[in-house]
């Protein structure tokens, strides 16, 4: 449910004439939080997307669970997103119903050196607020743009760290319709990875532990980190996170440059000049540009190199 990489169009979940009764229903269920067609440029970092069916973006975590439910019982494909800023989504758009956790379920809570984050917490919020705890051991996610909800199920990380160094445990909403606490232990975490991502659970909230240190430090290594993405990533462009993860011993941008393919083009999509792991949006880009230059990058490494390189961005929806 929540991190399919393959929603296919099945009309007899939701029929033409059946989408417009579900988003009715779904209106007055949820009011304010719910949008027929909407465009899934404008909830992507890479300003790309086609329409989703049925966006809703819960303001409470009771309608986050009603919307899930209600998906459920009708048999109606759901995919769950947070910023939205490791995800192609094609131009088809997604069918069925998108729920985004994001601003509305987005607070904090600090005991001690215990962190409890709401899944639409934004990382750098989440880094920002520690510091002022007087808490690090987050500052490696002060320049990641996701949400903490979608850096759990990517285990999300830099600068040799990551969400598995800091999360103890995740409250999902799981397929049984019900809150459920899940130990870091059980949650697989590996690179870029968690088994979150396969099963079918929606995570609300997520538990950290953090290390006593003094503000003035924790600011000190963010601003190295903040500084290092800026003089390394194209982030003046409408951008994803790294578009191919790095194979065992070797920089993906690396092999990408080597094989001749930093630069290349397909339309307004663009390998960055700056880092060859990121495709640039020049404006407007399509699913498919990037997708066929995707497809050329793969083609080039894997005769120069003889690697296939894996797909760290998730693509989503239909063609
Ligand atoms: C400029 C830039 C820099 C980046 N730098 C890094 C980096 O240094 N390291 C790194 O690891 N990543 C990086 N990323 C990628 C991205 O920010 C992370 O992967 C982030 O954790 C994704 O979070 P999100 O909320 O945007 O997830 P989304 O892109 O919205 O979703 C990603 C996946 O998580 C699932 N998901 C999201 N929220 C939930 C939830 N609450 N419950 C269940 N499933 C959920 C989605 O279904 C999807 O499968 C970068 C991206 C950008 C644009």
């Known amino acids: 449910m929540s991190a399919s990489n393959s929603l296919s ?17 779904l209106k007055q269920l949820l009011p304010n939080q719910v949008r027929l067609q909407e465009p899934m440029f404008q909830h992507t970092t890479f300003r790309i997307g086609g329409p989703a069916d049925i966006f809703i973006e819960p303001h409470t975590m009771a309608a986050l669970r009603e919307a899930i ?32 956790i994001g601003r509305h379920l987005a607070r904090i809570k600090i005991d001690g050196v215990t962190v409890t984050a709401e899944a639409g917490t934004t990382l750098p919020h989440l880094a920002l607020t520690c510091c002022q705890a007087n ?82 430090h924790i600011q000190e290594r963010q601003k190295k980190h903040l500084h290092r993405r800026q003089n390394t990533q194209p982030l003046m462009y409408s951008i994803a996170g790294s578009v ?44 498919k540009e990037v997708q066929d230059l995707i497809s050329q990058v793969q083609e080039m490494v894997a005769q120069r190199f003889g690697i296939q390189l894996a797909l760290e961005i998730q693509i989503v929806g239909e063609d």
Not at 75 to 97: C, E
Not at 248 to 261: K, V, W
């Open 9 to 25: 169009r099945d009309d007899s979940c939701l029929p033409n004439q059946g989408f417009k009764a579900v988003y009715k229903d």
């Open 69 to 100: 439910f209600y998906a459920k019982i009708r048999n109606i494909p759901v995919f769950v997103m947070g910023a939205g800023s490791n995800i192609l989504v094609r131009d088809g758009g997604i069918r069925g119903i998108v729920v985004k």
């Open 135 to 216: 808490l690090a051991g987050f500052e490696f996610a002060v320049g990641i743009p996701g949400t903490v909800g979608g850096a759990v199920v990517m285990n999300a990380g830099a600068e040799g760290r990551a969400m598995s160094d800091v999360v103890q445990e995740v409250l999902v909403l799981g397929s049984k319709d019900c809150f459920d606490r899940r130990k870091k232990e059980d949650l697989g975490f590996g690179y870029r990875s968690s088994n979150l991502l396969d099963h079918n659970q929606v995570v609300v909230e997520v538990v950290c532990q953090g290390t006593p240190d003094q503000k003035e």
């Open 244 to 287: 191919f993860k790095n194979p065992p011993g070797f920089a993906a941008g690396y092999l990408i440059e080597q094989a001749g393919a930093k630069g290349r083009q397909i339309g307004a999509a663009k390998v960055s000049l700056k880092h060859a792991n990121f495709i640039i949006n020049l404006g407007g880009a399509r699913a």
